[in-house]
């Protein structure tokens, strides 16, 4: 019934930026806390920021400053503004339901590659 469908990734060289989007379907999108997830290869997924249904803002320490998210309530929709890349950045990146993630009952989608190299 949810439906996350993530895009905007790619590959880009360290320092620069990309946009990454996730619109959604299937839930009460205005009331819902929503968040950006990645995993590495070889790495367990680990939590990037949330957006709350009030437009309260959290990041991991290591995107502190380089990243922001944001929402589009009429689009239904979150972003992921990430300036200032790293190698270590490098990812799918994945958007899911704060509940879901706390939970850890739902499904994730397909998610978009971020690849930061040189």
């Known amino acids: 019934q949810v439906q996350l469908v993530e895009s905007g990734g790619g590959l880009v060289q360290p320092g620069g930026s990309l946009r990454l989007s996730c619109a959604a379907s299937?839930?009460?999108?205005?009331?819902?806390?929503l968040g950006w997830y990645r995993q590495a290869p070889g790495k367990q997924r680990e939590f990037v920021a949330t957006?709350?249904?009030?437009?309260?803002?959290n990041y991991t320490d290591s995107v502190k400053g380089r990243f922001t998210i944001s929402r589009d309530n009429a689009k239904n929709t979150i972003y992921l503004q990430m300036n200032s890349l790293k190698p270590e950045d490098s990812a799918v990146y994945y958007c899911?339901?704060?509940?879901?993630?706390?939970?850890?009952?739902?499904?994730w989608g397909q998610g978009t590659q971020v690849t930061v190299s040189s």
């Open positions: 299937g839930i009460f999108f205005k009331f819902t806390s």
């Open positions: 957006i709350t249904a009030t437009y309260n803002t």
């Open positions: 899911n339901t704060v509940a879901a993630w706390r939970s850890g009952v739902g499904s």
